[in-house]
Nanobody, 115 residues
Framework: QVQVVESGGGLVQPGGSLRLSCAAS????????MGWYRQVPGKQRELVAD???????SYADSVKGRFTITRDNAKNMIFLQMNSLKPEDTAIYYC?????????WGQGTQVTVSS
Protein backbone atom coordinates (compact mmCIF):
# COMPACT_ATOMS: atom_id res chain seq x y z
CA GLN A 1 0.00 0.00 0.00
CA VAL A 2 1.27 3.46 -0.93
CA GLN A 3 0.25 6.49 1.11
CA VAL A 4 -0.07 9.71 -0.86
CA VAL A 5 -0.31 13.08 0.88
CA GLU A 6 -0.84 16.48 -0.73
CA SER A 7 -0.23 19.90 0.77
CA GLY A 8 -0.06 23.54 -0.27
CA GLY A 9 -3.59 24.44 -1.30
CA GLY A 10 -5.36 27.57 -0.20
CA LEU A 11 -7.05 30.79 -1.24
CA VAL A 12 -5.32 33.07 -3.72
CA GLN A 13 -6.35 36.07 -5.79
CA PRO A 14 -6.55 35.87 -9.59
CA GLY A 15 -3.08 36.28 -11.07
CA GLY A 16 -1.45 34.88 -7.96
CA SER A 17 0.65 31.76 -7.41
CA LEU A 18 0.57 28.61 -5.32
CA ARG A 19 2.86 25.61 -5.00
CA LEU A 20 1.44 22.18 -4.30
CA SER A 21 3.50 19.32 -2.90
CA CYS A 22 2.83 15.60 -2.90
CA ALA A 23 4.70 12.85 -1.09
CA ALA A 24 4.30 9.13 -1.73
CA SER A 25 5.38 6.72 0.99
CA UNK A 26 8.36 4.46 0.45
CA UNK A 27 7.63 1.14 -1.21
CA UNK A 28 9.58 -1.87 -2.43
CA UNK A 29 8.16 -1.15 -5.86
CA UNK A 30 9.40 1.84 -7.80
CA UNK A 31 6.97 4.71 -8.20
CA UNK A 32 6.66 5.26 -11.93
CA UNK A 33 4.33 7.99 -13.19
CA MET A 34 3.04 10.63 -10.80
CA GLY A 35 0.59 13.35 -11.58
CA TRP A 36 -1.83 16.04 -10.51
CA TYR A 37 -5.53 15.88 -11.23
CA ARG A 38 -8.34 18.23 -10.27
CA GLN A 39 -12.05 17.98 -9.81
CA VAL A 40 -14.93 20.38 -9.32
CA PRO A 41 -18.38 19.33 -8.09
CA GLY A 42 -20.46 17.75 -10.81
CA LYS A 43 -17.56 17.21 -13.18
CA GLN A 44 -15.16 14.39 -13.85
CA ARG A 45 -11.68 14.42 -12.44
CA GLU A 46 -9.26 15.73 -15.07
CA LEU A 47 -5.54 15.46 -15.59
CA VAL A 48 -3.64 18.67 -14.91
CA ALA A 49 -0.06 17.49 -15.37
CA ASP A 50 1.96 14.34 -15.02
CA UNK A 51 5.61 13.38 -14.95
CA UNK A 52 7.45 10.12 -15.54
CA UNK A 53 10.29 8.86 -13.41
CA UNK A 54 12.62 9.99 -16.19
CA UNK A 55 11.24 13.51 -16.07
CA UNK A 56 9.02 13.61 -19.15
CA UNK A 57 6.03 15.86 -18.58
CA SER A 58 2.62 16.49 -20.08
CA TYR A 59 0.07 19.20 -19.34
CA ALA A 60 -3.58 19.92 -19.93
CA ASP A 61 -3.96 22.62 -22.58
CA SER A 62 -5.68 24.88 -20.07
CA VAL A 63 -2.58 25.10 -17.85
CA LYS A 64 0.26 25.04 -20.37
CA GLY A 65 2.61 27.96 -19.85
CA ARG A 66 1.23 28.65 -16.36
CA PHE A 67 1.82 25.45 -14.37
CA THR A 68 5.06 23.51 -13.97
CA ILE A 69 5.37 20.00 -12.57
CA THR A 70 8.64 18.81 -11.08
CA ARG A 71 9.78 15.69 -9.29
CA ASP A 72 12.25 14.49 -6.66
CA ASN A 73 12.71 10.75 -7.21
CA ALA A 74 14.83 10.27 -4.11
CA LYS A 75 11.96 11.49 -1.94
CA ASN A 76 9.07 10.18 -4.08
CA MET A 77 7.73 13.71 -4.27
CA ILE A 78 6.23 15.87 -6.95
CA PHE A 79 5.45 19.56 -6.99
CA LEU A 80 3.11 21.76 -8.98
CA GLN A 81 4.03 25.41 -9.34
CA MET A 82 0.91 27.27 -10.37
CA ASN A 83 1.30 30.82 -11.68
CA SER A 84 -1.15 33.30 -13.19
CA LEU A 85 -4.01 31.52 -11.49
CA LYS A 86 -7.52 32.00 -12.79
CA PRO A 87 -10.91 31.52 -11.10
CA GLU A 88 -11.48 28.50 -13.33
CA ASP A 89 -8.48 26.81 -11.69
CA THR A 90 -10.57 26.51 -8.52
CA ALA A 91 -10.90 22.82 -7.68
CA ILE A 92 -9.76 20.06 -5.37
CA TYR A 93 -6.35 18.96 -6.55
CA TYR A 94 -5.42 15.31 -6.17
CA CYS A 95 -2.04 13.64 -6.44
CA UNK A 96 -1.70 10.26 -8.11
CA UNK A 97 1.16 7.77 -7.89
CA UNK A 98 1.56 4.59 -9.91
CA UNK A 99 3.91 1.76 -8.99
CA UNK A 100 3.18 -0.43 -11.99
CA UNK A 101 0.58 -2.46 -10.13
CA UNK A 102 -1.95 0.09 -8.96
CA UNK A 103 -2.82 3.77 -8.81
CA UNK A 104 -2.84 5.50 -5.45
CA TRP A 105 -4.61 8.76 -4.65
CA GLY A 106 -4.21 11.36 -1.97
CA GLN A 107 -7.08 12.95 -0.07
CA GLY A 108 -6.92 16.14 -2.13
CA THR A 109 -6.16 19.75 -1.36
CA GLN A 110 -8.50 22.65 -2.08
CA VAL A 111 -7.35 25.46 -4.35
CA THR A 112 -9.61 28.50 -4.52
CA VAL A 113 -8.89 31.41 -6.83
CA SER A 114 -11.07 34.36 -5.96
CA SER A 115 -10.91 38.07 -5.28
Amino acid sequence: QVQVVESGGGLVQPGGSLRLSCAASATIFIINDMGWYRQVPGKQRELVADITRGGSTSYADSVKGRFTITRDNAKNMIFLQMNSLKPEDTAIYYCNANNGFANYWGQGTQVTVSS
